[in-house]
């Protein structure tokens, strides 16, 4: 099973709303990746929580906070966003996050759309 | 520096045709290449990888990618277009520059569509 689940699929908030991205994976991962695409876009990476700590941040404004709880669990709060972070935000899990040959392996995304 | 070059934003074929994807790397040691489909709406699916075990590499749905490493090229191709085959694709590479063990770097995507 390489099932990476996401919740919610959509979304739909104020830039003064709190709201949080919630991904999950039971496979035994210990390296899990936030995503965002733009529409026509390929991922850029945001987040990388190797062993549940955060290695790296791609310069991401802190609108934007990742948690990783445990090592099946990844979530994104989102805090004072803008119409421009608008976006799908695809979650991704491979088995161990050191080895450049590692697979990762895509949730379906949560569409965001910042009123 | 990693980088991936996709050459077509976009490409159409008929149903039943050969499917030729174009990536082109540059990496300056040996990489590690992906290709990834992404459906309407969907998330990012793995076709295919190059890990250097063999430059014929075989996927999912009937593709396939040819590493040529004095190209430094990972097309991909698929014999006989069909419907369900019209999607994003994603050339990847990882090779670990920078000190970016996990960074994957993603081309800009190729839009494949089917004609009936």
């Known amino acids: 099973d390489t099932e990476v689940t996401q919740t919610p699929k959509h979304l739909v908030m104020g830039m003064t709303n709190k709201k949080s991205l919630k991904c999950e994976q039971h496979m035994g991962h210990r390296a899990m990746y936030w995503y965002k695409q733009k529409a026509k876009k390929p991922p850029e990476l945001m987040f990388v929580?190797?062993?549940?700590?955060?290695?790296i941040n791609e310069s991401v404004p802190s609108r934007f906070s990742p948690e990783c709880p445990n090592s099946s669990l990844l979530n994104l709060h989102l805090h004072a966003l803008q119409p421009e972070d608008s976006a799908l935000y695809l979650c991704?899990?491979?088995?161990?996050?050191?080895?450049?040959?590692?697979?990762?392996?895509f949730g379906p995304g949560t569409r965001l759309l910042v009123l | 520096a990693q980088s991936v070059t996709q050459l077509g934003s976009h490409v159409s074929v008929s149903e039943g045709a050969l499917v030729l994807l174009r990536c082109n790397y540059s990496?300056?040691?040996?990489?590690?290449l992906f290709w990834y489909v992404q459906y309407p709406n969907q998330g990012l699916q793995l076709l295919l990888k190059y890990t250097s075990a063999a430059t014929l590499v075989k996927g999912i749905n009937g593709f396939e990618a040819e590493f040529k490493k004095s190209e430094t090229s990972f097309h991909l191709t698929k014999p006989s277009a069909h419907m369900s085959d019209a999607a994003e694709y994603f050339c990847a590479v990882s090779d670990g520059s920078g000190g970016s063990n996990y960074k994957l770097t993603f081309g800009k995507g190729t839009l494949l569509t089917v004609n009936p």
């Open positions: 991704a899990s491979s088995r161990v996050g050191a080895y450049l040959q590692e697979t990762q392996y």
């Open positions: 929580y190797s062993y549940e700590k955060l290695s």
């Open positions: 990496s300056s040691v040996p990489p590690y």
